[in-house]
Every structure is written in structure tokens, then in C-alpha cells.
């Protein structure tokens, strides 16, 4: 039997099993949000991959348009659907290909003579408290602690980085398509009671999208502006304890 109802798409229910419910409320309801059902296909406020997107990556992606720096990440219990609902699967792809794809639309739509965009990206994980390059070959297949691990310095400037980390330019979703899928084959994951395939590292995937424009001003002169936005989307690991996860 269900415990866990969602009347609309801002409301959470929990019912409590006969006779071990509080005093003379069952029912807890919990206002978010967003709230999304996934249980039922049939459902009339099932919530798809799509509704997810349009919800949370659309509002990040628009604020990186604009030049801000923007942080998406996943957060939950082993099994409950993070690297699901970042990731997805090839026929029902999730936040990050989706973000990937719609980005390269925008730049497709606006690129012109007089404005120009590069999207660099980058994939890591962090397992054990080491810090693993996806990206990179050597460093993807090396276990933690072998030497291989990558260090977080700090620039005077632009702040916190990870030294020595891979990034690659993409002219086209389809490179970040292929990036994205060498990126998770060398995720690390291991079978625990609740799911035979969880993630045991926090990932984060990176891109950085530059847009410069170039304006013409009387006299022949000419006027260059460039917005630097960082996107960062995350898949955290299960946030229950070790040893309830076995």
C-alpha cells in the first residue's frame, strides 16, 4: 500500500499505516515547491522527464544566458531516482543531456557575424574524498589514492579550481552526447541492498558557455562584450548512512 500521496503538483502526503497514526492525524501533508509523481504513468499529475526539465533546467540554463553562474544537483536516499532524473536513459533523457541539447539550440538560433559562443566542459567525481577526472582516460580507470587524483586550488581571482583537470571544447550536443557517456561509464557505482547499481561518488558535470558580441559604434570604432557562465549539475551519492545501505 502506498504511503506517499501527491494531490497536485505542490503537495506531499504522507499516510500513516492503520493505528500508528499521530493522535488523530494520519495524514501529514508537506508543502514544496515542486512535487513530482512518478509512480503511476497514468496518473493525471505524472511528472515526466520533460515536465522535470521544464521546471528546474529551463530556469538554470536562462540564467546562464544572462551571465550567471548556475548549480543544479540532485540530493536523496539511495534508489530514489537522482541519477535518474539527472541523468536518464537514451530513450527518456534526463536534466543534463537536456540542458546539453537546449543550449546548443540557443547557440544555433543567435550565432551570427557579430556574436560568437564556445561551450567547454568538464566531468569529475569525488569517491573516498578523491577527486577523479572522468574525462580523462588515465584518471577515469585509476583507483582513488593511486597517485592520480587531482587537488582543489585557489585562483587570486576566479577562485576555488581543480588543477590539472580535462576540458574539452563542443561544437555540437552530440560531442557532449559522447563526452556524457564516456563520462558515466567510468562513474563509480557498486550493489547495495537498495540498488544494485548506486552511485557511490558525488558527480558533477561542468560547462562553461562564453558568449561574445561585437558592436559597431560611430567612427568606425567597435565595442567587445563577453559573458563567462559557469554551469554546474550535480548527482550527488546517497545521503543515508553506510551502514543502512549494505
Given at each position: 500500500?502506498?504511503?506517499?500521496?501527491?494531490?497536485?503538483?505542490?503537495?506531499?502526503?504522507?499516510?500513516?499505516?492503520?493505528?500508528?497514526?499521530?493522535?488523530?492525524?494520519?495524514?501529514?501533508?508537506?508543502?514544496?515547491?515542486?512535487?513530482?509523481?512518478?509512480?503511476?504513468?497514468?496518473?493525471?499529475?505524472?511528472?515526466?522527464?520533460?515536465?522535470?526539465?521544464?521546471?528546474?533546467?529551463?530556469?538554470?540554463?536562462?540564467?546562464?544566458?544572462?551571465?550567471?553562474?548556475?548549480?543544479?544537483?540532485?540530493?536523496?536516499?539511495?534508489?530514489?531516482?537522482?541519477?535518474?532524473?539527472?541523468?536518464?536513459?537514451?530513450?527518456?533523457?534526463?536534466?543534463?543531456?537536456?540542458?546539453?541539447?537546449?543550449?546548443?539550440?540557443?547557440?544555433?538560433?543567435?550565432?551570427?557575424?557579430?556574436?560568437?559562443?564556445?561551450?567547454?566542459?568538464?566531468?569529475?567525481?569525488?569517491?573516498?574524498?578523491?577527486?577523479?577526472?572522468?574525462?580523462?582516460?588515465?584518471?577515469?580507470?585509476?583507483?582513488?589514492?593511486?597517485?592520480s587524483d587531482l587537488r582543489v586550488r585557489e585562483h587570486p581571482q576566479h577562485g576555488p579550481y581543480?588543477?590539472?583537470?580535462?576540458?574539452?571544447?563542443?561544437?555540437?550536443?552530440?560531442?557532449?552526447?559522447?563526452?556524457?557517456?564516456?563520462?558515466?561509464?567510468?562513474?563509480?557505482?557498486?550493489?547495495?541492498?537498495?540498488?544494485?547499481?548506486?552511485?557511490?561518488?558525488?558527480?558533477?558535470?561542468?560547462?562553461?558557455?562564453?558568449?561574445?558580441?561585437?558592436?559597431?559604434?560611430?567612427?568606425?570604432?567597435?565595442?567587445?562584450?563577453?559573458?563567462?557562465?559557469?554551469?554546474?549539475?550535480?548527482?550527488?551519492?546517497?545521503?543515508?548512512?553506510?551502514?543502512?545501505?549494505?
Open positions: 500500500k502506498l504511503c506517499v500521496e501527491m494531490p497536485d503538483r505542490m503537495t506531499t502526503v504522507l499516510v500513516a499505516p492503520e493505528g500508528k497514526g499521530r493522535g488523530a492525524e494520519p495524514r501529514q501533508p508537506f508543502r514544496f515547491d515542486h512535487c513530482y509523481w512518478s509512480h503511476d504513468r497514468s496518473h493525471p499529475n505524472y511528472a515526466s522527464q520533460e515536465v522535470v526539465y521544464n521546471d528546474l533546467g529551463k530556469f538554470a540554463l536562462n540564467n546562464a544566458f544572462q551571465g550567471y553562474n548556475v548549480c543544479l544537483f540532485a540530493y536523496g536516499q539511495t534508489g530514489s531516482g537522482k541519477s535518474y532524473s539527472m541523468v536518464g536513459s537514451d530513450d527518456d533523457k534526463g536534466i543534463v543531456p537536456r540542458v546539453a541539447s537546449s543550449l546548443f539550440e540557443h547557440v544555433d538560433a543567435n550565432k551570427s557575424e557579430n556574436v560568437t559562443f564556445e561551450v567547454v566542459t568538464s566531468m569529475i567525481e569525488i569517491y573516498s574524498e578523491q577527486i577523479r577526472d572522468l574525462l580523462n582516460p588515465k584518471h577515469a580507470t585509476a583507483k582513488a589514492g593511486s597517485g581543480i588543477e590539472g583537470l580535462t576540458a574539452m571544447r563542443a561544437t555540437s550536443y552530440k560531442e557532449i552526447e559522447h563526452q556524457l557517456a564516456a563520462g558515466n561509464r567510468s562513474r563509480s557505482v557498486a550493489s547495495t541492498v537498495m540498488n544494485d547499481v548506486s552511485s557511490r561518488a558525488h558527480t558533477i558535470f561542468s560547462i562553461t558557455f562564453k558568449q561574445t558580441s561585437l558592436e559597431e559604434l560611430p567612427g568606425g570604432m567597435a565595442r567587445e562584450t563577453k559573458k563567462v557562465s559557469r554551469i554546474h549539475l550535480v548527482d550527488l551519492a546517497g545521503s543515508e548512512r553506510q551502514s543502512t545501505k549494505q
